[in-house]
Structure formats: structure tokens, C-alpha cells
């Protein structure tokens, strides 16, 4: 599931009809510092990345997901790890590049920022 703050996607989506939905129940989350956040609403969203491939023709990648809208979520976005497993993508942090297996291996360059404030150890399990 991805989760976005619903003050960010109201501002990207101003100009696009997008459907809010609801869910018949309600979920909650809780972020690395403890913080819950529930939402009953998503929205399906479509992204489109345009990119060109190494032979200098141009394609675009598509895929839906559905993203729960979250209140005064403190990052705007947050992107399920089953999209990127689902959809064959793969991020490589060393040379800021995302590959989408499934579009034609398409490359697309990257920026990564991270957050200054955290500086957490968690033990994490699977």
C-alpha cells in the first residue's frame, strides 16, 4: 500500500478529475516515531515516466497504484515496496537510477534526499 499526505495530493491534483474512494473500514499506521495516522479514503493514481532509452527513442512508463490519503503526513509520499516488486523495478542508490524491468528495462535518473533529522536504529525482522 502506498500512503501520501492528502494536503500534497489535493495540490498535484487540483487539474485532474481523480475519484477519492472510500474504504468500508478504517486503517492505521505508524510512522518511525511512533505517530499513528488512520485513513478511510484512497485514490487510484496513475503515473506516467517518460524517459529515453539508450537508442534514442522515447517511451513511457506506465502503472496504477493505489495510494491511502493520510492527514499532516510528515512525508508526502510513500511507495509500497509490491509496486516496485510487481512491476520489476529496481532501484540503484549508487547511481541514482531507477530500472523498470517491465517498460522495456527503461532507465530513468533519480534523486535522492534523505531526511537530515533521522538518525534511528530500529532492529528490523522479517
Known amino acids: 500500500m502506498s500512503l501520501s499526505d492528502r494536503e500534497f495530493i489535493e495540490s498535484i491534483i487540483s487539474n485532474f478529475a481523480i475519484k477519492i474512494r472510500k474504504l468500508t ?3 492505521s499506521i505508524r510512522d518511525i516515531e511512533n505517530k499513528i495516522y488512520n485513513s478511510d479514503e484512497y485514490i487510484l493514481m496513475n503515473d506516467f515516466i517518460k524517459e529515453t532509452l539508450s537508442n534514442d527513442t522515447s517511451t513511457i512508463a506506465f502503472f496504477q497504484r493505489e495510494v491511502h490519503l493520510m492527514n499532516d503526513l510528515k512525508m508526502k509520499m510513500l511507495i509500497d515496496i509490491d509496486i516496485l516488486s510487481s512491476k ?3 532501484i540503484n542508490l549508487n547511481d541514482k537510477i531507477l530500472q523498470i524491468d517491465s517498460c522495456q528495462d527503461i532507465i530513468i535518473k533519480i534523486d535522492i534526499v534523505t531526511w537530515k533529522k533521522a538518525n534511528l536504529k530500529r ?3 522479517s
Open 88 to 90: 520489476r523495478i529496481q
Open 123 to 125: 532492529i528490523v525482522r
Open 25 to 27: 473500514f478504517s486503517i
